[in-house]
Nanobody, 126 residues
Framework: QVQLVEFGGGSVQAGGSLQLLCAAS????????MGWFRQAPGKEREAVAI???????SYADSVKGRFTTSRDNAKNTLYLQMDSLKPEDTAMYYC????????????????????RGQGTQVTVSS
């Protein structure tokens, strides 16, 4: 059983920063591919970032250079640091997980993730 709970959403002005956290309740968290998706009203779900079991990360072009994801395996926690936020970043952000994996290199941005949190809202005003 995998449970994911997101924290840290809120409202911020364009150019500002927010950090999202995802607390994962799962055995062998360090073997899970973790990631962030977002969905804005009327738009398709978008993969934002993923992080492999070795800590290597990939990002959507729309957030590259502005967002950074990291993981703390000792705390079963996933982070998403969002800087230089834009109004188009406004969306519900979801923490996702897939695994357990048998090795690194099996974690890709557009994978199907079997587990998802309840989401946290991020609103960026211009």
């Amino acid at each position: 059983q995998v449970q994911l709970v997101e924290f840290g959403g809120g409202s911020v002005q364009a150019g500002g920063s927010l950090q999202l956290l995802c607390a994962a309740s799962v055995y062998a968290y360090n073997r899970y591919c973790m990631g962030w998706f977002r969905q804005a009203p009327g738009k398709e779900r978008e993969a934002v970032a993923i992080i492999d079991i070795d800590g290597s990360a990939s990002y959507a072009d729309s957030v590259k250079g502005r967002f950074t994801t990291s993981r703390d395996n000792a705390k079963n926690t996933l982070y998403l640091q969002m800087d230089s936020l834009k109004p188009e970043d406004t969306a519900m952000y979801y923490c996702v997980a897939r695994g357990p994996l048998t090795g690194r290199g099996l974690c890709r941005l557009n994978d199907n993730f079997g587990y998802r949190g309840q989401g946290t809202q991020v609103t960026v005003s211009s």
